[in-house]
């Protein structure tokens, strides 16, 4: 269980929450809700302990499990699988178990091959207190609905995507909170955002079913609106003008009923509070002439005054960024060719023999299951990485620019405005200010370290400098991701106007739309094909 009293947030000088106090307890499915920027990462952040309130307490009892929108980084070197069943101890206890298995094969002395002998026993008996092979078993299984094939739980984590990272975490949190508890009861709270990216169609109908069954308190930041739907009972909305919370004790499906009508009568209160207080403003200017009802006019307008102040506000529509990317360069008829493209990871091999050419204004998309290297190729096109064999072949006039999933592109540590001033070095100062503006970016939160952004926000700072460039070919991987549903808007928009060539790599059917492609890569055999409407059945699974 989690107790928060009196919290208080800022991002700087900017105030995201006030005097909160919010309670999760055992059976609470909370939808943690709010435009980007609103404080939905931070605020899940306080709540596992990863971040500081600027005032209040939080009070946490029971198990954490706790899912970051950027995979953790940790020790790399261990394998997927061990990484997992690191939940409940178990990775330790199967080396130590296979440690002492050897030993009593390899013991030539009677007595140490006793202590070998009791040393398992002892390790055996831990083993199966913790569930043993079942326990095994069933990570197993919740990492094959999540997604991760036994060969992916083979590999290290260093060779892995950030996005099979991401679904290693995810496994890791779920497992660990399968562990039943007295009665069969789960008492470990989920705080998780956004846990449907990097996941297909298949694996979020499964992790639906697995929240909404989930004993425990549950929270969860997501803009995949069905999972909303089917997992919540109540809903947490951050107001960014206000600075509060809301808390609606109810479905999704009945809160956005409460917020429709919230929003109806108090446009319908302000209305008749606004006609009210005109006709008593008119009223007192026709007395204020008349200096014996002049105290009575005075009167009159303050309390035409007051009639407003005491209205709840009207909640102003969410400004969005404006998105537009860039007017192309001039390039050639194909300003980017690549032949025979190879990678492999170790003794893995993601894939072999790729060719392509990317003409001008052409529009392509990659499609794979996880793993199939879809992310892989769009670094090795944007020469964030070499390949094994083949080569990457630049055409006349080539600039690209490369939106990635995980934000590699952005320098953390960096401020907002050192960010786009590296991605438009010659830019003049004040078309960049006024570009920022556009993405929402104003004020002292130019000064803010991109890391500390929400995942929203990175994702519009990324954008934002793509959009400085004069890139012709875009390579974009999961561009959708975080954005709430008017910024993701803003986003296919922007797709369906840009001139240039695309790449695109995506879970999202709408952004296959926008682009409306001529031609489809599909992965690992990298097979080209024309674009037909049943490969957008595909867009989703893969």
Known sequence: MITVTDLELRAGSRILLSDATLRIQPGDRIGLVGRNGAGKTTTLRVLAGEGQPYAGAVQRT????????????????????DRVLSARGLDQLLRDMEKAQSAMAELIDDAERAVAV????QLEERFAALGGYAAE??????????????????????????????????????????????????????????????????????????????????VVISHDVELLAAVVNKVWFLDATRGEADIYN???????????????????????????????????EKMRAKATKAVAAQNMLKRADRMLADLEEERVADRVARIRFPQPAACGRTPLTAGGLAKSYGSLE?????????????????????????????????????????????????????????????DHEASVWQNIRHAAPDAPEQQLRNLLGTFLFRGEQLDQPAGTLSGGEKTRLALAGLVS????????????????????EQVLDALRRYEGAVVLVTHDPGAVEALQPE????????????????????????
């Open 62 to 81: 029971g198990e954490l499990g706790y899912l970051p929108q950027d995979p953790r980084e940790g020790d790399l070197d261990v394998t997927a699988k």
């Open 118 to 121: 009791r040393r398992y026993g």
């Open 250 to 284: 109810m479905s999704w499906d009945r809160y956005l009923q409460a917020r429709a009508a919230d929003e109806k009568r108090r446009r319908r209160e302000r209305a008749n509070a606004e006609k009210k207080a005109s006709a008593l403003r008119a009223q007192a």
């Open 350 to 410: 993601v894939f072999a023999g790729v060719d392509l050419a990317i003409d001008r204004g052409s529009r392509v998309v990659v499609l794979g299951l996880n793993g199939a290297g879809k992310t892989t190729l769009l670094r090795l096109l944007g020469g964030m990485e070499q390949p094994d064999s083949g080569r990457v072949v630049p055409g006349y006039g080539l600039r690209i620019g490369y939106y990635a999933q995980e934000h590699e592109t952005l």
């Open 469 to 488: 460039s004069a890139a012709n070919v875009l390579l974009l991987d999961e561009p959708t991701n975080n954005l709430d549903p008017a910024s993701r």
């Open 519 to 542: 031609r489809v890569i599909l992965l690992p055999d990298g097979t080209e094909d024309h674009w037909s409407a049943e490969y957008l059945e595909l867009v989703q699974l893969a």
């Open 137 to 218: 078993s069933e990570a197993a299984r919740i990492c094959a609905n999540l997604g991760l094939e036994d060969r992916v739980l083979e590999q290290d984590l260093r060779t892995l995507s950030g996005g099979q990272r991401r679904r290693v975490e995810l496994a890791r949190i779920l497992f660990a909170a399968a562990e039943a508890g007295a009665g069969g009861r789960s008492n470990t709270t989920l705080l998780l955002d956004e846990p449907t990216n990097h996941l297909d169609a298949d694996s979020i109908a499964w992790l639906r079913g697995f929240l909404r069954a989930h004993t425990g308190g549950l």
